[in-house]
């Protein structure tokens, strides 16, 4: 499947801003399954320069420091992916979760060591006995990883209400729990915390989904600005993304941008601001299917 | 003199037979032949040295406020030759060892892979920076400077305690240490032939040229602080001036196009090197922590673009981690194939399925520590808790063992310190440091700061704790040659003048250093003016003050200055002057002693000194009105002091035209309120008024000698406002202000002129083409002229301070402070 995705973000200032320095999050990575064939970053007013950088995790950053004033900036980045299909386990053939635990613990391959570090509390996800404890009744011992990781899925889906507003991006995952609303960003740090609490790796990512779904089904939540899931490690069968906020299994709908232990690690536009005093922001994302014939996404993409 | 060791641990001067240890033969020796009550004079001679020099130390939350003076005992710790050379040899290999574990851990994560390192550490580590990860082709150097606490055991040996690796602090206190001890013992450390610190410093010098990223003959280095209320601030002033580093603040710095440029007067200047002294997750906003205001947004794109370098590398904290002790004697096999030379101090990472189990079965002997820094910092000994909550620990300890480190507790060592001139032993510690030298090997400087317990059986030793700290003398067989930092002659220097490179923030600060010493003397004069008046007149006859209480009133809290017939103005100065926490002097006085502190680098000594005086005038037991007016006199004497030095001492860079620039406005605004309270309303005789008007402003002996015989209202307001030959009169502040302004960068022949230089030129024109008898005509009781000039002058002079605010002291438009009255 061919994308092509705009995201535009525009921040209006009430006083004049003389400085700002960003960090963006904005230009898709290549992954095994997805290639990014085109991306640009438009910022107005215009950098002098954007300097382009690789953070820890693979995925591609743009600093640049807007140094003459202004009220407004925009940012617009523009990208065309081919996304290919996943071929996913059956879940209940996956490895029990308990096995694998204690194999993340023990491997020093470097694929398990940096499934391993993503076992551990991050910035927006601690790790609570509470969460441990949710997530229980999901895990019995031996079961298989992915069955009892989509079913840890679908129940918050069931017990979450999404309502946008109700939260923001500071709002702590304790809160969210105890009022089990929040949004995509909220749910994806849940079922982070629930996965880790038990000692399974699991992180962050963040995305887009196709904002016309395909002919007879239905449009999916969140599609009108970024998104943001789940990706939990299998073992052998390698990282697999679960969607809370729609329960469903990411395969050819979602397309990824960049992931990490939690949002802060991959936050879409990060800046510093020099005079602006009060800010709005728009966020407008808009991800269109240009091919849609089946035969084509079967490309190869290499990893 | 009688003294006597802790038992049971290893006492640093006496043997266990009670003779002096060979390396402080010489030093008892000595210090018996000056004798006790010598002895006595020179440890106070040492501590007004260090309360002279301003040496201090602050401590959180200290009643003393913000500035403890720093305490040095007269002894002290000597170690011999080759009891050194060992520990030398040891820290060297240790700051090695950590500079591979760094640059292991940050790149290609061998350590991990090889199962010599337990991936916990770094992962669950919130000081592993994971933005500050280079690639593995990338060689960047970690540590350039290193720190270790040790402490010896009673068996002789010496132990690492803890490693210091992101901005170890002490090393501005061990230089003031020496200065102050060599001083006031120097017979003893002649005698002790101790080896000399200048060398390393040299050393350190030397590293700003090869961690600078471009070639340059002398690289621009920056001390980046937290500001003055961090507890080291001192010795970041301090060190800042002995490198020949700019001490800077986080808002100082800004990044262009990933270069890091220093704000100044004459615009944006480069920094090649970064000396930190802020935390490493604090130093950029932009990719680390966001809620941080130390740091510069950006750093960190400057350190991966290699356009500066930063001195420790980013991340650096990671291996502070008391867990790593643990691990270090295997990870020295690995990495240095040689054996650890200095041990640590025994250490249990709770991670480990072992070591817990070892723990728990001994905890009552063992100190508990965390693993990674948190809020939880103290150390728990685990043997001196209530039952209830070693309970509680043990449980926490089962629940999450990764974040636990268990150590065994050393018996320090004793010495004696001096104390109301007895000899007390207490513990002592030692800290010690080396620095990188570009060839990879390690510079161990001969020496270090030793901190004493409080008591004699603490255990802690910590200067946040208070305690005191000791100078260390390393001996040479051979007598030292001295080396200072200054370049040897006949090396070719390249002559510098001007100074537009001074930050803006500093030249804020000096401006408004200036304003407040000013207002200082303002209100100074008028207090004392009144003072002088108050002794000897009934009620009835103090009408004449009024004008003077009133432009005093201006500058004090509401309800203090009560009016000149009431018997509440005596009480009212006397409140204002000792009293009223938050009257004009008190707050103002302070304000100029902070100011004067986070100046500390661009003040000389004797000016710091003048300030700090001035700003203890004040403390005195029974206030009375004679007290009063001999505390007004010893306050002008310092003012002219600080008058005097700022004349005759201070070079007339950019940064002496704002302390100037800051001192006439303030001057000229307090006499256009003097002068319009004494003048504007006419009164039926105005002798005495005139009289006050002239003492006040110093200006009776030019008066006389110009008019000798009655007081004329007419030449009193020309000598006061507009004659431009007093430094007392408006009319001189303003000329001296329109010639400062046009002397600032930016400012050039030709171009049109900037607001504030338009403003200083409108003050100064009004007052040039006003008329003196105009000016002095009355009309319904009232000099409408002089109250229309007066009143015009005293708004517009705030202006001249927004627009200098607004084009020199706040780059890219950010006011970091508009009003601060």
């Known amino acids: 499947m061919r994308y092509r995705v705009i995201h535009r973000t525009v921040y209006e200032y009430s006083e004049m801003v003389s400085v700002c320095h960003n960090e963006t999050h904005l230009e898709p990575r290549n992954s095994s399954h997805q290639r990014c064939l085109e991306t640009s970053l438009d910022v107005r007013p215009v950098p002098p320069t954007l300097t382009p950088e690789t953070d820890y995790f693979g995925n591609p950053i743009e600093f640049f420091t ?27 053939e996956t490895d029990p979760w308990d096995a694998l635990r204690t194999h993340v613990r023990r491997e020093r391959s470097v694929e398990a060591l940096s499934a391993y570090e993503m076992c551990f509390a991050s910035p927006s996800v601690p790790l609570l006995p509470s969460f441990a404890e949710y997530a229980r009744s ?14 840890l899925t679908e129940r918050i889906h069931h017990d979450f209400a999404f309502r946008p507003g109700a939260t923001s991006v500071s709002t702590p995952i304790e809160e969210v729990m105890r009022t089990r609303t929040g949004v995509c960003q909220d749910f994806a740090h849940v079922q982070i915390s629930c996965l880790r609490s038990l000692g399974l790796p699991a992180r962050y990512v963040s995305g887009y989904i196709r904002t016309t779904p395909p002919k007879g089904q239905p449009r999916l939540v969140g599609a009108d600005a970024s998104h943001a899931w789940v990706s939990v490690w299998c073992g052998a069968a390698g990282w697999i993304d679960l969607d809370p906020t729609n329960d469903l299994l990411v395969s050819d ?25 009060d800010h709005t922001v728009q966020v ?20 | 003199m009688a003294y006597e060791p802790v038992p049971g641990v290893y006492d640093e001067i006496f043997d266990p037979a009670g003779q002096p240890r060979p390396a402080w033969a010489s030093l008892v020796e000595s210090l018996e032949g000056l004798g006790a009550e010598e002895l006595a004079r020179r440890c106070e001679s040492a501590q007004r040295m260090l309360r002279e020099n301003g040496v201090s130390y602050n401590v959180y939350d200290d009643p003393r406020g913000l500035h403890r003076p720093w305490e040095l005992d007269p002894f002290p710790i000597v170690l011999g030759e080759v009891e050194w050379s060992v520990l030398h040899d040891g820290l060297a290999q240790r700051a090695e060892l950590l500079e591979l574990i760094l640059a292991d851990l940050y790149g290609p994560r061998r350590l991990l892979r090889e199962g010599l390192l337990p991936p916990e550490l770094v992962f669950a580590n919130p000081t592993y920076l994971r933005e500050c990860a280079v690639d593995p082709s990338v060689k960047r150097r970690w540590l350039h400077l290193y720190a270790a606490d040790l402490g010896r055991s009673p068996d002789g040996e010496w132990w690492v305690l803890a490693d210091r690796t992101q901005a170890p602090s002490g090393m501005g206190y061990v230089l003031e240490n020496r200065i102050v001890l060599s001083r006031s013992l120097p017979e003893p450390f002649r005698a002790s032939h101790v080896q000399r610190l200048a060398h390393f410093f040299r050393c350190l010098q030397d590293a700003f040229h090869w961690v600078a990223p471009r070639p340059v003959e002398e690289p621009r280095v920056a001390l980046l602080t937290p500001g003055p209320w961090n507890e080291t601030y001192f010795e970041h002033a301090y060190l800042a001036r002995y490198l020949g580093a700019t001490l800077v603040e986080g808002a100082d710095l800004t990044v262009r196009e990933s270069v890091l440029y220093l704000k100044t007067l004459g615009g944006l200047e480069r920094i090649d090197v970064l000396l930190r002294r802020v935390d490493d997750e604090f130093c950029d906003p932009l990719s680390l922590r966001s809620d941080s205001t130390l740091g510069v947004a950006g750093l960190l ?13 980013l991340g650096s904290g990671l291996v502070e981690s008391p867990a790593l002790l643990a691990f270090l004697p295997a990870l020295s096999q690995v990495l240095l194939n040689s054996e650890l030379k200095l041990p640590s101090v025994a250490t249990w990472w709770c991670g480990e399925p072992s070591a817990l189990a070892y723990v728990l ?7 508990l520590k965390p693993t990674f820094p948190g809020p939880q910092r103290e150390p728990v000994f685990a043997g001196s808790l209530s039952k209830a909550r070693r309970a509680k620990l043990v449980e926490q300890l089962r629940a999450d063992p990764v974040a636990y480190v268990a150590q065994e507790r050393v018996s320090l060592s004793s010495a004696p310190v001096w104390n109301d001139g007895r000899l007390e032993a207490r513990h002592v510690g030692l800290r010690t440091y080396a620095v990188a030298r570009a060839n990879e090997t390690w510079e161990v400087m001969p020496g270090g700061l030793a901190r004493a317990g409080i008591a004699r059986d603490s255990l802690v030793v910590s200067m946040q704790r208070g305690g005191c700290s000791k100078d260390v003398w390393i001996r040479t067989a051979e007598p030292p040659h001295d080396l200072s930092l200054l370049r040897p002659a006949g090396s070719a220097v390249e002559l510098k003048r001007g100074g537009t490179e001074l930050p803006s923030r500093v030249a804020d600060d000096l401006f408004w250093l200036g304003r407040y010493v000013e207002r200082v003397e303002g209100i100074t004069r008028m207090l004392r003016t009144i003072v002088s008046q108050l002794s000897g007149r009934e009620l009835g006859e103090r009408s004449d003050l009024e004008p003077l209480c009133a432009a005093l009133e201006e500058q004090a809290p509401p309800g203090i200055v009560q009016g000149p017939g009431t018997s509440g103005l005596e009480a009212g100065v006397l409140e204002l002057l000792f009293e009223s926490p938050d009257g004009a002097l008190r707050t103002t006085l ?13 003040l000389s000594l004797d000016t710091w000194r003048v300030l700090s005086e001035l700003s203890q005038t004040l403390d005195i037991p029974y206030p009375s009105l004679v007290s009063a007016r001999i505390a007004l006199n010893r306050m002008i004497l310092q003012l002219s002091a600080w008058s005097g030095l700022a004349v005759e001492s201070m ?12 001192q006439r406005v303030e001057r000229a605004s307090y006499m256009t309120s003097l002068l319009s309270h004494a003048l504007v309303l006419s009164a039926p005789t105005e002798t005495t008024r005139l009289q006050m008007l002239l003492d006040t402003a110093e200006s009776v002996i030019t008066y006389r000698r110009r008019y000798r015989g009655e007081l004329q209202v007419e030449a009193v307001i020309d000598l006061l406002l507009n004659d431009e030959t007093n430094p007392r009169s408006v009319g001189f502040q303003l000329r001296a202000l329109y010639d400062h302004v046009r002397h600032l960068p930016g400012s050039t022949d030709g171009a049109p002129p900037r607001i504030e230089e338009r403003i200083a030129l409108s003050l100064l024109a009004r007052l040039r083409l006003a008329d003196v008898h105009e000016l002095s005509r009355v009309e319904a009781g009232k000099r409408l002229a002089l109250e229309d000039v007066l009143a015009r002058t005293s708004e517009e002079l705030p202006a001249v301070s927004d627009a200098l605010s607004r084009s020199y002291l706040s780059h890219s438009g950010e006011v970091r402070r508009t009003e601060r009255f």
Not at chain 1, 257 to 266: F, H, I, K
Not at chain 2, 651 to 658: M, V
Request: proline share 5%; with cysteine.
């Open chain 1, 66 to 92: 807007l140094q003459e004033p202004h009220y407004q900036m925009e940012v617009v980045a523009r990208s065309e992916l081919e996304i290919a299909e996943r071929t996913l386990p059956a879940p209940e």
């Open chain 1, 138 to 151: 999901s895990f019995d011992l031996g079961r298989p990883l992915l069955d009892a990781a989509l079913e």
């Open chain 1, 253 to 277: 709908q979602h397309v990824t941008v960049a992931w990490g232990r939690d949002y802060s690690d991959v936050a879409p536009i990060r800046g510093v601001v020099h005079g602006g005093r």
């Open chain 1, 284 to 303: 407008g994302v808009d991800v269109e299917a240009i091919r849609d014939d089946p035969t084509t996404s079967k490309v190869t993409l290499g990893s």
């Open chain 2, 301 to 313: 794109h400057c350190v991966r673009a290699n356009q500066v370098g930063v001195m420790n590398a």
């Open chain 2, 361 to 367: 079965d001994h905890l009552d002997s063992l100190v």
């Open chain 2, 590 to 602: 302070r304000t100029v002693h902070q100011l004067a502190f986070s100046l500390r680098d661009q």
């Open chain 2, 651 to 662: 070079t007339r860079t950019l940064g002496w035209r704002f302390a100037e620039m800051g």
